[in-house]
C-alpha cells in the first residue's frame, strides 16, 4: 500500500483502491510533484519509463509525465487504455517542432538519416528513422553508418552535446526547452562562490556555456546514479529540481541545490510536467479519462523508430 506524506489518507486511499479495481500501473517521470512520485509504482528517466511501458502487464497505464511520454506509452501498447492525469501537460521543446515544418525540413536533406529526441510529437517520431532519449543519444548514433549524414531534432543544447561526445556532425533542428534554457548563470557562480566544494551536475537539454562548467551531465537517472557514486557531499543541479526529490530519499545525508532562472525566478519548474496533481490523478484513475487516442497507421508508422530506439540501447 503507497502512502503520501502529508496528503488526506482519503485521496490516497482511493488510488490505491481504484488503481488495484482496474489493474492499472502508474508510471512517473522524476519531473512530477513528490507526492506523484511517492505513490507511483515507477519512478524513472524517458528511457527507462519507454522500457516499462513496453514490458507493463497491467491493463491500464497512467501516465504522470507530460504528453510525449504517454502518447509514447500508447504507440509501444495500442490496445490499452493510456491515461494521463492532465491532457495539457505538453513540452515546449515538442510544441517547438511542428510535424509540417519538421517534413519540410526533412525534405531539404534527403539523403539524411533522421534521428529525433523522444521529446516530439507522434507524429514527428513517425518522420524518424531512429528515437532517442537523453540516456541513450551518444551510444546510438555512434552506432550510426559514419558515411551517413544526420539530422537531429528537436533540441539543438542536446544535439551540440551530442557532436562533442560522439565525434559526429549533426544537422540541427532549432529547437529547446524553456526550462532548461531558464538557468541563470549569474545564479549558479554565485551558489559555486558559497559551495565550493560542491559538485555541478548537469542535464544535456542545458545551454553550452553552463554544461561547460559542469563536471558530470546525463539524463536525469544518470544525474541520480551519480550521486550516489560520487564522493561529493554537495551537488548542483541543472534540472528541473523534481529530481532532488529522489536525490534526497537516496541520499539524505547529502545536500542538493536547484539553481534558480533568470531574475531570481521559479522557471526551473516545469510547468508542464507540475499540471499533474494527486487530484487530478484520482479523478483520471476513477472514470478513465483524459485518454490517449492515436490514428492506426500514426502508431504503425510512429512505433518503427521506437522499437529500433529499444533495440540498439544497452
Ligand atoms: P530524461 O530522459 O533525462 O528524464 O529527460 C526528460 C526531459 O523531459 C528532460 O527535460
Ligand atoms: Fe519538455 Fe523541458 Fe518540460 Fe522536459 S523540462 S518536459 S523538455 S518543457
Known sequence: MKTVQGKTP???????????????????????????????????????????????????????????????????????????????????????????????????????????????????????????????????????????????????????????????SLTLWDGSCSVHEAFSEEALIKLKIQYPNAEIIAHPECQENLLAMSTFIGSTSKLLSRTKESKSREFIVLTEPGILHQMRLEQPNKIFLEVPGVDGCSCNECPYMRLNTLEKLARCLKLKEPEIIIEKNLITQALIPIERMLEMST
Not at 49 to 56: E, F, P, V, Y
Not at 103 to 126: E, G, M, Q, T, W
Request: hydrophobic share 40%; aromatic share 6%.
Open 10 to 168: 482519503a485521496l490516497v486511499k482511493e488510488i490505491n483502491l481504484i488503481r488495484e479495481e482496474i489493474n492499472a500501473v502508474i508510471l512517473a517521470h522524476y519531473y512530477q510533484d513528490p507526492e506523484i512520485q511517492d505513490i507511483a509504482d515507477f519512478v524513472g528517466d524517458s528511457l527507462e519509463l519507454s522500457r516499462k511501458a513496453a514490458t507493463t502487464t497491467a491493463e491500464v497505464i497512467v501516465f504522470c509525465g507530460v504528453h510525449f511520454m504517454a502518447e509514447t506509452a500508447k504507440i509501444l501498447n495500442p490496445h490499452k487504455t493510456v491515461l494521463i492525469p492532465d491532457m495539457d501537460a505538453g513540452c515546449s521543446l515538442s510544441d517547438e517542432c511542428p510535424a509540417e515544418d519538421f517534413a519540410n525540413f526533412r525534405s531539404k536533406h534527403p539523403d539524411h538519416f533522421v534521428v529525433s529526441y523522444i521529446n516530439c510529437s507522434a507524429a514527428v517520431k513517425a518522420q524518424s528513422d531512429l528515437i532517442c532519449t537523453s540516456s541513450n543519444a551518444v551510444d546510438l548514433i555512434k552506432q550510426l553508418p559514419e558515411d551517413r549524414p544526420i539530422i537531429f531534432a528537436p533540441d539543438k543544447n542536446l544535439g551540440k552535446w551530442v557532436e562533442k561526445q560522439s565525434g559526429r
